[in-house]
T-cell receptor, first 113, second 113 residues
C-alpha cells in the first residue's frame, strides 16, 4: 500500500494521559498536514510541514499539542494531558511540492474517557 | 470569520439520476477549491478541484462549477451509483501554494436503488 499510513487507527486513553500518533506520508511527498475532524463536521486544519519545517500552526493547536517531522519523512502528533474535548479523528495528509492535491490517510480515532 | 458551508446536510437521489451538491464559501481571497468524498471510517478522498480563474471543470462523471460572483461552488455527479453514497465536503484553500484547507460541514449523499 503506497498511500498515507496512520497509526494507530484507534486509541482510547484516560483523561490526563499523553498520546502520540504517527503518520507516514506517501514516499517523496514533501508536504505533510494534520487535520482534526469531529463527528458530523468537516476536517479542521491543525498544522503543516514542508520537509522538516513546520510552516503553519492553527490556533486550534494549543500548547498541549506538538507535531514533529524530524527527518522530513514521517510525522508524529503528540497530545499531552488529554482532555475529553480532544476526542476526534486526527487525519494526516501529504502532497508533493506545489501540487495542491493532498492525499489523506485513514485517520486515528482518539477517544478520551 | 472565514467559513465554508453547505446548503443541505443530506441529499437522496435515485440510482442513475444526476445529483448536485452545493457549497457557499465566504473568503473571496481563496484561490483554489476542492471537493472530497468521505466514506464511513475512511479519510477524505479527492474528487475534483478547480482554481479561481476557472468557472467549470469536468472529470469522470463529475463536474465542478464555480461562481465567484456569489461565492458558490457546486458538484454535479452524473448517473449516480450506489458507490457514490458518502459525505461530500467542499474545501477552500487559504494559502497559495500550500494546502491550508477550510472544509464545510458536508452533505450526506444517499443513493436509493
Amino acid at each position: 500500500d503506497t498511500g498515507v499510513s496512520q497509526n494507530p487507527r484507534h486509541k482510547i486513553t484516560k483523561r490526563g494521559q499523553n498520546v502520540t500518533f504517527r503518520c507516514d506520508p506517501i514516499s517523496e511527498h514533501n508536504r505533510l498536514y494534520w487535520y482534526r475532524q469531529t463527528l458530523g463536521q468537516g476536517p479542521e486544519f491543525l498544522t503543516y510541514f514542508q520537509n522538516e519545517a513546520q510552516l503553519e500552526k492553527s490556533r486550534l493547536l494549543s500548547d498541549r499539542f506538538s507535531a514533529e517531522r524530524p527527518k522530513g519523512s514521517f510525522s508524529t502528533l503528540e497530545i499531552q494531558r488529554t482532555e475529553q474535548g480532544d476526542s476526534a479523528m486526527y487525519l494526516c495528509a501529504s502532497s508533493l511540492g506545489l501540487t495542491v492535491e493532498a492525499f489523506f490517510g485513514q485517520g486515528t480515532r482518539l477517544t478520551v474517557v | 470569520g472565514e467559513s465554508v458551508g453547505l446548503h443541505l446536510p443530506t441529499l437522496s437521489v435515485q440510482e442513475g439520476d444526476n445529483s448536485i451538491i452545493n457549497c457557499a464559501y465566504s473568503n473571496s481571497a481563496s484561490d483554489y477549491f476542492i471537493w472530497y468524498k468521505q466514506e464511513s471510517g475512511k479519510g477524505p478522498q479527492f474528487i475534483i478541484d478547480i482554481r479561481s480563474n476557472m468557472d467549470k471543470r469536468q472529470g469522470q462523471r463529475v463536474t465542478v462549477l464555480l461562481n465567484k460572483t456569489v461565492k458558490h461552488l457546486s458538484l454535479q455527479i452524473a448517473a449516480t451509483q450506489p458507490g457514490d453514497s458518502a459525505v461530500y465536503f467542499c474545501a477552500e484553500n487559504l494559502i497559495q501554494g500550500a494546502q491550508k484547507l477550510v472544509f464545510g460541514q458536508g452533505t450526506r449523499l444517499t443513493i436509493n436503488p
